[in-house]
């Protein structure tokens, strides 16, 4: 008799879904949604119906962007579900797999919802969140099954080089194990071959979607690669969760896919904007320290003193500004912030944001000055930065 499963539900995401909404808006990771009139989409272009393992005009259109067989492609319902397919294709209940740590908390309680043994290996701060091979190593047993990161990492945006995921592939080849890369956040590097670790092993195993870099969310245009007889075995086993897609998702998907080039355009220009406003932002700081990462749609920071519960609170119920708090990636000090709102929607000065966020802050320390009457703030350096 199998045990009852100890997750049943995502905290990110209940508190995403209803608390993180706010006038000004840096919660959210993905840009903001695309208007259907946008994609230059008629009636005509779609139908409701269609069957089998994939729509094949998809499959070939995603095959052709990223250079993969048709054959190791599996579409699904964003990369959420992609995830949730790939790990219950990927190990057993019971099985041991090394997550890294911070993480991404809905992809980390699935794994413990389908019963696996987690281990965690560490992506530190003061290692500008990058993770380092030989500590992996020392952890991998002939009992892992399965390593699981993201690239960007989330929640720091850090980009991890091939050099490094090679010798990840290396470490899991030799324990007879297979890599999960979820990499729906590297298409904010917007090339024009995209590139995936798909292509540096059969190891490993990727997850992405046009979610986050493109603000085609509801389209729920995700998929995985796998080397083909993984990939068939993923189909199968998709029978017992989503079974068939909704057909006009997967039309209005191609569509899209025709149309990324100008799309991204766009994306990146409003990325490359709000970065530089972000970066200027925190070198105003001096109670914060960060990894900047040079691409993605979010960072990481770390207050200085105490945790960042009381500012994310803070901020939200006084000054109308929403960012997610630490604790939904193990880091309480820390909080990320996201860069991809659409500046004139939203109406978002960041000026003002300092101003907002001066004022928190010193409602933060004067609670805390109430809290504890020895407590003395001390002057500190500039916001430090680490590299990424």
Same mark, same amino acid.
């Given at each position: 008799?199998?045990p009852?499963?100890?997750v ?5 995401m209940?508190w995403?879904? !209803?608390?993180?909404?706010?006038k000004f808006?840096?919660a959210?990771?993905g840009?903001?949604n695309l208007?259907?009139?946008?994609? =230059?989409?008629s009636?005509?272009d779609?139908e409701i119906?269609d069957?089998?393992y994939?729509y094949?005009?998809?499959?070939e259109?995603?095959?052709?962007r990223?250079r ?6 599996? %579409?699904?319902a964003?990369t ?10 990927? $190990?057993?209940?019971?099985d041991e797999i090394?997550?890294?740590q911070?993480?991404?908390?809905? +992809?980390?309680?699935?794994?413990q ?8 290996f560490?992506r530190?701060? *003061?290692n ?6 030989e500590?992996?190593k020392? +952890?991998?047993s002939?009992?892992? =099954?399965l390593?699981?990161?993201t690239n ?6 850090v980009l991890?080089d091939?050099a490094t995921?090679?010798?990840?592939g290396?470490i899991a ?5 297979r890599v999960?890369v979820?990499e729906?956040y590297?298409e904010t ?6 590139? %995936? ?5 059969n190891?490993f ?7 986050k ?6 389209? @729920?245009?995700?998929w995985?690669f796998a080397?083909p007889?993984?990939?068939q =075995?993923?189909w ?6 989503a079974s %068939?897609p ?7 998907s191609v ?8 799309i991204?355009g766009?994306a990146?220009r409003?990325?490359?904007h709000?970065?530089?406003l ?5 070198? !105003?700081?001096?109670?914060l320290?960060?990894?900047?990462p040079?691409f993605g749609?979010?960072m990481?920071p770390r ?9 994310c609170?803070?901020l @939200?119920?006084?000054? *109308? %500004?929403?960012?997610v708090?630490g604790?939904f $990636? ?12 659409? !500046? ?6 960041w ?10 802050t010193?409602?933060?320390s ?8 020895n407590?003395?703030?001390v002057p500190q350096? @500039? ?6």
């Amino acid at each position: 008799m199998m045990p009852a499963r100890e997750v049943v539900s995502s905290a990110y995401m209940h508190w995403a879904k !209803t608390s993180s909404t706010a006038k000004f808006n840096l919660a959210t990771s993905g840009l903001g949604n695309l208007k259907l009139r946008e994609l =230059r989409v008629s009636l005509e272009d779609l139908e409701i119906t269609d069957g089998g393992y994939g729509y094949k005009p998809l499959v070939e259109a995603i095959a052709n962007r990223y250079r993969v067989a048709t054959e190791s492609i599996v %579409t699904a319902a964003g990369t959420t579900f992609a995830n949730h397919l790939a790990m219950a294709a990927l $190990f057993k209940p019971g099985d041991e797999i090394l997550f890294e740590q911070p993480a991404y908390e809905p +992809m980390l309680a699935a794994t413990q919802y389908l019963g696996a043994d987690v281990k965690r290996f560490s992506r530190k701060f *003061e290692n500008g969140f990058q993770i380092l091979p030989e500590e992996l190593k020392a +952890m991998v047993s002939h009992q892992t =099954r399965l390593i699981v990161l993201t690239n960007l990492h989330n929640p720091s945006g850090v980009l991890i080089d091939d050099a490094t995921l090679k010798q990840i592939g290396e470490i899991a080849r030799g324990a007879g194990a297979r890599v999960l890369v979820d990499e729906v956040y590297i298409e904010t590097l917007f090339e024009e071959a995209p590139r %995936t670790s798909f292509h540096l092993g059969n190891e490993f195993v990727v997850t992405s979607s046009l979610t986050k870099a493109f603000g085609l969310s509801g389209l @729920r245009c995700g998929w995985i690669f796998a080397e083909p007889e993984l990939a068939q =075995r993923m189909w199968l086993l998709n029978d017992l969760f989503a079974s %068939t897609p909704v057909h006009a998702g997967e039309r209005l998907s191609v569509i899209a896919m025709q149309q990324l080039a100008e799309i991204g355009g766009r994306a990146q220009r409003l990325l490359d904007h709000n970065r530089q406003l972000l970066n200027d932002f925190l070198d !105003t700081r001096e109670d914060l320290e960060v990894v900047r990462p040079e691409f993605g749609t979010v960072m990481f920071p770390r207050v200085r003193q105490g945790t960042s519960d009381d500012l994310c609170r803070l901020l @939200r119920e006084k000054y *109308e %500004t929403s960012i997610v708090p630490g604790k939904f $990636f193990e880091m309480p000090a820390h909080f990320r912030i996201g860069i991809p709102g659409d !500046t004139e929607t939203l109406k978002l000065d960041w000026n003002d944001l300092a101003v907002r966020w001066m004022k928190s802050t010193a409602d933060f320390s004067s609670s805390c000055l109430r809290r504890s009457a020895n407590h003395e703030l001390v002057p500190q350096p @500039r916001c430090r930065q680490l590299p990424s």
